[in-house]
């Protein structure tokens, strides 16, 4: 039987189930003839719920969540709204369907339905309600009513003081303004109690920027993310709840694996393979469930034969490499002979995906593992050009710069990462400040980090030999 056949069968049954005190309800699928097979089951499954409810508003709700989190946009505007008619008393199904209208531009009914969203929620909100407000201020402020913006966020710092996105969107309502200065006011006790966070880099750039402050914007900028910052809400998450597909779950196997959760990601992987995934993702996915037991031999095993079976498929490649740097159990380093083989494999995974960057972090720990540390900089700078927010990667580069023999050039990159992103400096980069400082017969500067190392990590295993180099004549 076709996919359309079956959609019609089970919703004929569920308008049976309904009995005759109802008519059956009428409940449109999306085409799914090219849907993922996890996506499809779980649209036909929450559209036949529909159906055997009668069109109930948290049936209708629930629906439109699977079809929004799926990328069934205008579905979804379809099912949220059948819930709203039924129930109109509904303010997070108001406010899912104000971000439904926003993902599909339409700016005036996304506005619209924020502010009622807020009225069904009642004359006094409580703090974790401000998302309500802060919100409608973002959608007022793209329709261009600035000043309904500023009310609503002048409401959201009331209800909830200090909230962060509140004050995120207010930086950004600056702005849009052209009042740079007021924006970089607003946003710098955020910076101030944060100073590594990517997002908050991303705005404080163009804020300088349009301050006509290039050099800090352009330091801000090499912090900052690469992407749009994403303002999220509990609401919000609540509404994509329902996000699925073969990649989603293999996703969330992973990280149920990483939490412990062997059983629940081994159903995960049951399931994929019910729906005949790609055997290679199945088997990739069963490999790195086997590692997360603690299962390395096998693991080892399972990711030759991918190595083997997909020779141009990176994943595998670096994933056998990480194994094979991996410490042996007893403690100690891994064999030369493994940390050669780790080489050979990572090499070919930066060459089948030149834009991994995680990839390319793990080449540079197995190069300086054979103390090749010329190429270790070399990765560690491709690492950095790619995602220059990573400041453990900068950390990492001047420690390699430094086991090669440049302690100028390691006291560069961590001075340049302290001016990036702010704060307390990480634990290896003041070992690498010690260490470069004493190399260079700086004892004042080297003295200075080691008793900032000290508050930061009072039990470093590297403190004594750094105190005997310090008091080193």
Not at 170 to 184: I, N, S, V, W
Not at 277 to 282: K, L
Not at 333 to 354: F, G, I, K, Q, Y
Not at 376 to 388: D, K, N, R
Request: proline share 6%; aromatic share 4%; with cysteine.
């Amino acid at each position: 039987m076709s996919v359309r056949g079956l959609i019609l069968l089970v919703l004929g049954v569920g308008a049976v189930m309904a009995g005759c005190e109802q008519p059956p309800v009428d409940v449109a699928v999306p085409d799914l003839t090219k849907a993922d097979p996890l996506v499809e089951a779980a649209v036909v499954r929450a559209a036949d719920h529909v159906a055997a409810s009668g069109g109930g508003p948290e049936a209708w709700a629930e629906y439109g969540r699977v079809l929004y989190g799926n990328g069934f946009n205008e579905d979804a505007l379809q099912a949220f709204s059948n819930s709203i008619a039924v129930d109109p008393a509904q303010p997070r199904v108001v406010y899912v369907r104000s971000l439904v209208h926003r993902a599909n531009f339409d700016r005036e009914a996304a506005l619209a339905d924020a502010v009622r969203a807020i009225e069904l929620a009642g004359p006094e909100l409580t703090a974790d309600q401000v998302h309500l407000l802060w919100r409608a201020a973002w959608m007022a402020m793209e329709a261009a009513e600035f000043e309904r913006a500023a009310a609503m966020l002048d409401r959201a710092a009331a209800t909830a003081p200090g909230d962060v996105n509140t004050q995120r969107v207010r930086a950004r309502l600056h702005l849009e303004l052209g009042q740079a200065e007021e924006g970089l006011a607003a946003l710098a006790p955020l910076i101030r109690a944060d100073p590594g966070n990517s997002d908050l880099k991303w705005l404080q750039s163009r804020l300088l920027r349009a301050a006509g402050r290039a050099e800090e914007a352009q330091t801000a900028a090499t912090g900052s993310s690469e992407r749009t910052p994403v303002y999220t809400d509990p609401w919000a998450v609540w509404a994509m709840g329902r996000k699925t597909g073969i990649g989603v779950e293999r996703d969330r196997a992973l990280r149920l694996a990483g939490a412990g959760r062997h059983h629940e990601a081994r159903r995960i992987l049951q399931t994929l393979k019910d729906v005949e995934a790609d055997p290679r993702t199945v088997g990739f996915l069963e490999a790195r469930l086997r590692l997360a037991r603690g299962e390395r031999g096998s693991a080892a095993a399972a990711l030759t034969r991918l190595v083997e079976e997909y020779p141009d498929w990176a994943p595998p490649h670096h994933e056998l490499g990480r194994v094979m740097l991996a410490r042996p159990a007893g403690g100690g380093r891994p064999p030369d002979v493994d940390v050669d083989r780790a080489v050979t494999l990572l090499e070919r995974s930066v060459e089948l995906d030149p834009s991994s960057a995680i990839a390319r972090f793990t080449l540079a720990q197995a190069y300086a593992a054979r103390r090749r540390f010329g190429e270790a900089v070399s990765e560690l700078q491709a690492c950095i050009e790619l995602v220059p927010a990573n400041r453990a990667w900068h950390s990492a580069l001047a420690a390699s710069q430094l086991s090669g023999g440049d302690p100028e050039a390691a006291l560069r990159t961590i001075d340049l990462a302290e001016g990036i992103f702010g704060g307390d400096e990480p634990v290896q980069a003041l070992v690498v400040r010690v260490r470069a400082s004493s190399r260079l017969g700086d004892k004042i500067a080297a003295a200075d980090a080691l008793a900032r190392l000290q508050v930061a990590a009072p039990n470093h295993p590297a403190l004594p030999v750094l105190q005997r180099l310090v008091q080193k004549p």
